[in-house]
């Protein structure tokens, strides 16, 4: 009986111990994938959609455009005001959820400002 109860604990740890790795073990398989650009293995670990629904609204907000100038002030830079363009601005999720993006994110860059990456080892003993 007393074996029975070690054999028990022993399984549970050894579950323990998977269950708390388990995200260790996720985030370097993301790290890879995105390394090599293999975006199959990266849709594995991650939900685009949902992602890209979570980053839409921090990520969107433009800076907060300055006020108008006056009429009264500067009516010159009124008009410029009036007749400027109103366009949409960048999606800037898509550079977050590019396969360069994520691998500048898991190694704590923001996307696009990472040094290059040095080329992956040739054997495991390497790396």
């Not at 199959?40 to 969107?60: G, H, K, Y």
């Amino acid at each position: 009986m007393r074996r029975f109860f070690l054999t028990l604990l022993v399984v549970v740890l050894v579950m323990g111990i998977v269950y708390l790795s388990a995200p260790f073990f996720a985030f370097r398989a993301l790290k890879a994938a995105a390394r090599v650009e293999d975006v199959a293995a990266i849709t594995e670990v991650v939900d685009f959609p949902a992602v890209r629904a979570s980053l839409t609204e921090p990520v969107q907000h433009a800076p907060v455009r300055a006020e108008a100038p006056s009429i009264w002030q500067d009516p010159l830079g009124a008009m410029k005001h009036v007749f400027q363009p109103l366009a949409p601005p960048e999606p800037r999720v898509d550079r977050y959820l590019t396969p360069a993006g994520l691998y500048d994110l898991t190694r704590g860059y923001d996307p696009g400002e990472g040094p290059p990456a040095a080329p992956p080892a040739e054997h495991w003993w390497d790396r």
